[in-house]
C-alpha cells in the first residue's frame, strides 16, 4: 500500500514538542513533504538553531513514522531556521544558541543557468560564464546542481575529490579563479546516479548548506534542463538573483525557452536574459563565412516576443567543444579569440544588468511553493 501525505500529518502528530506542549503538526514545524512509494522527505522548521532539539526532534519523527506507517520506510528530515517564528516562552528556559545563517548567505549574487531541454551547451555557457566573471576580478563559484548528468568535472578537467574541514563541510576545489562543487567529483566517472527525485533535491541543499563556500561576489548554478524538482527546490531554498536561459536558434529548443521563461517569472526570479548558442557555424579556415545550420536569430526573436533581454550569440566553433573536452573553458584556454570575446561579453551584460537591479533593490526572495495533498 502506498504512503500518502495524510498518514504522515497522522503520525507526525504524535510528536509533542519538549517545550510548547503541542505536536508537530499544531506548531506548523512539517513543511515541503515529498513522498516517493517508502521514501519520505520534509523540512522541520524552527525558530533558531538548536542541534539538541533539532537531533530529538528528527528521532522522534523518525520513530513516528516508523511505527505508525512502515518500519522499513526512509525518512530524510531537513531542518530549516525560520526567525520570523516568535520564541515561545516556555522557550526561555533553553540557553541562546547563535542562529543558522541563511543557505550561501556569504553570496551577493547568485545566478541560475538553465535551458528548457537539453543539448544546447548550457554546461558549455555556465562553465565559461564562471571564468570570464573570475577574469574580471570577482570571486565565483560554480555549482553543477546536475546530479544525474555532471558536467563541471569534465569541463574543468577535475578527477580529485573535494577536501573537508574540521566542521565537516566540503571544501570547493578551485580552478581557473572559480570554486567548484559537483557530484561528479564525489562518486566514480563510470558510476550511474539511479536516485528518486526526493534524493536528488536532498543533494543539491546539502551542496549549498555543507559546502565551505566562502564569501563570493557570484554563484553561477549550472541547473540540469527542464522545469522539474530541481528547479523548484532551489527558487524555494535560496534568493535567486536572475536566471540567464540558454538556446540554440531551432523551434524545438524555443518551444522549451517559453517554458523556462514562464517558469522563473512565475516565481518571481529576474531572467536576466536569453544567449543564443550554436548561432552560427563559423568554419576554422574560412573565418568570415558565417553559416546558420540550425536557423538565424531565432532566440534573438523569442526574446523580443517574450519581453526579455537577449544577452548576445555564441557561434559553433571546433576550438570550443575541444576546449571543452580538454577540461579548459575556452574563456581561459584562448582569452583574446573571438569565441571567448563572445562570452566575455556576454558576461559583463549580466555584470551591468546586476549592477542596475541591485541598485534598483529588485531581489528575488525565497519562494514558498504549497502543494495540495
Request: glycine fraction near 6%; charged fraction near 25%; proline fraction near 6%.
Amino acid at each position: 500500500m502506498s504512503i500518502n501525505k495524510e498518514q504522515v500529518k497522522t503520525a507526525l502528530a504524535h510528536v509533542m514538542h519538549p517545550n510548547q506542549g503541542a505536536d508537530l503538526i499544531s506548531l506548523d514545524m512539517v513543511h515541503d513533504l515529498i513522498i516517493q512509494e517508502k521514501y519520505i522527505s520534509f523540512t522541520l522548521e524552527l525558530p533558531e538553531k538548536n542541534d539538541r532539539l533539532s537531533s530529538e526532534l528528527k528521532q522522534k519523527c523518525d520513530e513516528a513514522i516508523k511505527k505508525f506507517i512502515d518500519r522499513d520506510a526512509i525518512v530524510d528530515i531537513t531542518v530549516g531556521i525560520n526567525i520570523s517564528r516568535k520564541r515561545n516562552k516556555t522557550d526561555d528556559t533553553q540557553p541562546e544558541e547563535p542562529k543558522q545563517e541563511p543557505l550561501l548567505a556569504g553570496v551577493k549574487n547568485i545566478i541560475a543557468v538553465a535551458s528548457g531541454k537539453g543539448g544546447v551547451g548550457k554546461s558549455t555557457v555556465a562553465a565559461n560564464l564562471a571564468v570570464a566573471l573570475a577574469r574580471s576580478g570577482a570571486s565565483v563559484g560554480l555549482l553543477d546542481t546536475d546530479i544525474y548528468g555532471p558536467s563541471v568535472p569534465t569541463m574543468f578537467d577535475v578527477t580529485e575529490r573535494p577536501g573537508i574541514t574540521t566542521d565537516k563541510k566540503l571544501v570547493p576545489i578551485e580552478k581557473y579563479g572559480v570554486r567548484l562543487v559537483s557530484m561528479g567529483f564525489l562518486v566514480d566517472t563510470d558510476q550511474a546516479m539511479i536516485w528518486r527525485g526526493p534524493m536528488v533535491t536532498s543533494a543539491v541543499k546539502q551542496f549549498m548548506q555543507e559546502v565551505s563556500w566562502g564569501e563570493l561576489d557570484y554563484m553561477v548554478l549550472d541547473l540540469p534542463p527542464g522545469t522539474g524538482d530541481i528547479q523548484l527546490t532551489i527558487v524555494q531554498s535560496v534568493p535567486l538573483t536572475g536566471a540567464v536561459i540558454v538556446s540554440t536558434p531551432q523551434n524545438v529548443a524555443l518551444d522549451d525557452v517559453r517554458k523556462g521563461v514562464a517558469m522563473f517569472k512565475k516565481v518571481n526570479v529576474p531572467v536576466l536574459g536569453v544567449i543564443e548558442n550554436m548561432a552560427y557555424f563559423i568554419p576554422d579556415d574560412m573565418p568570415e563565412k558565417k553559416y546558420y545550420i540550425f536557423g538565424k536569430h531565432g532566440a534573438r526573436n523569442l526574446a523580443t516576443k517574450l519581453n526579455v533581454p537577449f544577452l548576445g550569440e555564441i557561434p559553433l566553433r571546433e576550438q570550443i567543444m575541444k576546449s571543452s573536452d580538454r577540461g579548459t573553458p575556452i574563456v581561459h584556454a584562448e582569452p583574446k579569440s573571438a569565441s571567448a570575446e563572445a562570452f566575455i561579453e556576454i558576461s559583463n551584460r549580466i555584470e551591468q544588468s546586476l549592477i542596475v537591479q541591485n541598485q534598483s533593490k529588485e531581489k528575488s526572495e525565497k519562494v514558498q511553493i504549497k502543494f495540495r495533498p
